[in-house]
């Protein structure tokens, strides 16, 4: 089977991953704040419409589809959160799932063409991920979060180095809590990027703070 992108590409997509919805833009339109975001240095994209005001049915669709094109247009992946059946509507490049989301293995067999990322916050989760078939591992709250209320305890970067040590190759994303300050502490404990929402995009100008994070990221 071929895929649309290989483990170099996506490791090499995964280093400035926006995770965002249009409850995270503080009132902006969100194609807007993920066209600056992506001429400040995002690689990679993922839908998460979810929370307080999130949109739903064909509004959502209709967002969907306008990222997605603009994902497509700009060569970098759009995953979609959670939710398969959006996922096959707006052919996107791959889903993310979570511990209380869809088995992985089933939507890896489902899904056999698209990229399938994982969260993982121990070391058994991510073996768990590896032998159900993830291409990559969201690994976190590295920090703490006000974005995910449910978010599990903070592990900061030393949950990642466990992972690493525990012989998980696999690419992964740190996330949870990460701006420019922190975003280094994430790579140097092995994470291929950051994944992050809302320093980019509640940030009064996503450009500059996605290209501040890649300066971080990069020139280490
Ligand atoms: C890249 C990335 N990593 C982790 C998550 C969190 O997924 P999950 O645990 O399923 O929580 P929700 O995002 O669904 O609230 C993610 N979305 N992306
Ligand atoms: C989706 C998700 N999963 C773990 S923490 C988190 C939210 C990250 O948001 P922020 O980058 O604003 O802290
Ligand atoms: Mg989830």
Redesign the pocket.
């Known amino acids: 089977m071929i895929r649309k992108w290989d483990e170099a590409q996506l490791r090499e997509a995964l280093r400035l991953?926006l995770?965002m919805g249009s409850p995270n833009c503080n009132g902006a339109d969100p194609y807007a704040v993920l066209e600056a975001a992506i001429y400040g240095g995002v690689t990679m994209f993922?839908l998460?419409e979810?929370g307080p005001g999130a949109l739903q049915g064909p509004e959502r669709l209709a967002l969907g589809s306008r990222l997605r094109r603009l994902c497509a247009q700009r060569g970098i992946p759009f995953i979609v959160?959670?939710d398969e059946r959006l996922a096959l509507e707006l052919e996107a490049d791959g889903i993310?799932?979570?511990?209380?989301?869809e088995a992985a293995a089933a939507v890896r067999k489902r899904l056999p063409q698209m990229i399938v990322?994982v969260?993982a916050h121990d070391l058994g989760e991510a073996q768990s991920a590896l032998s159900d078939g993830a291409d990559?591992?969201?690994?976190?709250p590295q920090y703490a979060t006000r974005t995910?209320l449910?978010a599990r305890e903070v592990q900061g970067p030393a949950g990642i180095a466990l992972l690493r040590a525990g012989g998980i190759a696999l690419p992964l994303?740190g996330?949870g809590g990460i701006d420019a300050s922190n975003a280094s502490h994430v790579i140097r404990a092995g994470a291929d990027g950051v994944?992050v929402v809302s320093a980019i995009a509640a940030a009064s100008s996503p450009r500059e703070a996605a290209a501040e994070l890649r300066e971080r990221i990069v020139n280490l």
């Open positions: 991953y995770v993922q998460r979810k959160n959670d993310h799932i979570g511990q209380e989301d990322g969260s990559y591992l969201g690994v976190g995910k449910d994303v996330i994944a």
